[in-house]
């Protein structure tokens, strides 16, 4: 096959030289991009007379053509062309003849391979953000649910004090609107045309950058020809957003792989959403779970590796910037399906409220409560904090919980005590009485709720 720069060199490039520089096996999923760009390119070349407006309308049918052949199948990428670049202008120079080779004046592959990547990771934030807000909308419906499902909630993976699991959950729901946010903050920066920075060095023919930014719904154009096209920082502000997605993902990946041991036994999956053993035959195992905490690793791995990448670059473009799209596409396409698959298992899942209860029964997490009991009687709180541990070692000398101890046993330890102590550390009651802002009582919750919704109805907008 004959190379693009056939005029410069005496010889064809070698077999191994050519797979080695090729892209498109990669970048060949952009073609939508890179025709899109293109005919928005055309379009501006003809307007400002840069080359005869009929070639220019000649070129914008002839790439519409070849966007839906390829979309509908008709057309195949030809996996030999270098690029994606190359294999559309190489085809379409192949449909109109002349009128083709006119498309790539006043641009460049740098210039054009930016726009693509930015085209390509704006459809995909809102393809990532589309999923989050899926998720998040579980999260509010099975908050929803359980506002008065008691459990311990932990630190240090000991059981600490009384929430709820909806309390639990809308912790995540936080996470994952900020997630959302942080994605919303990136496409400000990438919203930003390159096109027009061609090479490197601008143009001597007169393009109009801000039509073609117009045309193609650019908020902005990049004002510095040679960052146009070594900027990466908005590829690099993506995968870093989704590696702290997967950090979320992997979290609570990490709770349900806890929830579903006999341990907890907290949730039971359903059983499409679960694997079996090839030996054990007792177990359900939470694969999906393991695996996208498992997948967290190649999305950290992506951004590591695309920060390496740019490490070191001079300006302006260098080939080494050809392996930024491998681990971007990859990481994007595994936090999307993470996403999804998570979002599927939660949903079908069973919420086994009666062991959350219990197992926040042991564990004395209504210990602060009554610590502020006696607080509120009007014994200072580092008092009442020992008072408590003495009562709490009691218990467990006792084998009890802190309401199976009699009053008498209380009132060794302060007579401050009354009858209604068992009232103010029964955990229901302790949930309800946990009335600050943000707190797991069920009034509190449901503001909370209300707040995933209202952002959940605004992101939709
Ligand atoms: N395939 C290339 C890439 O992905 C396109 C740009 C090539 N530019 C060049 N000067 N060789 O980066």
Redo the contacts with the bound molecule.
Sequence with gaps: METMWAGRFKKQISEMTNDFNA?IKV?GRMFEEDIRGSMAHAAMLGAQGIIPKEEADKLIVGLEGILSDLKSGALKIDERA??I?MFVEAELTKRLGETGKRLHTAR???DQ?ALDNRLYAMKEIAAVQAEIENLIAVLAKLAEENTETVMAGYTHLQRAQPVTFAHHLLAYAAMFMRDHDRLADVKKRTNVLPLGSCALAGTTHPIDRFAVAKQLGFADVCFNSMDGVSDRDFMLEFAAALAVCMMHLSRLSEEVILWCSWEFKFLELDDAYATGSSIMPQKKNPDISELVRGKTGRVYGNLMALLTVMKGLPLA?N?D??ED?ENLFDSGDTVKTCLAVTAEMLRTATVLKENMFNAGRKGFINATDVADYLVKKGEAFRSAYKITGELVALAIEKNVSLDELPLSDYRRFSPLFGEDIYKEIDLKNCVKKRTSYGGPAAPSVKKQIKIVKDFLASAKQ
């Design positions: 892209s970048d270098e690029d670049h460049s592959r740098n391979v473009y080939k910037m050809q799209k």
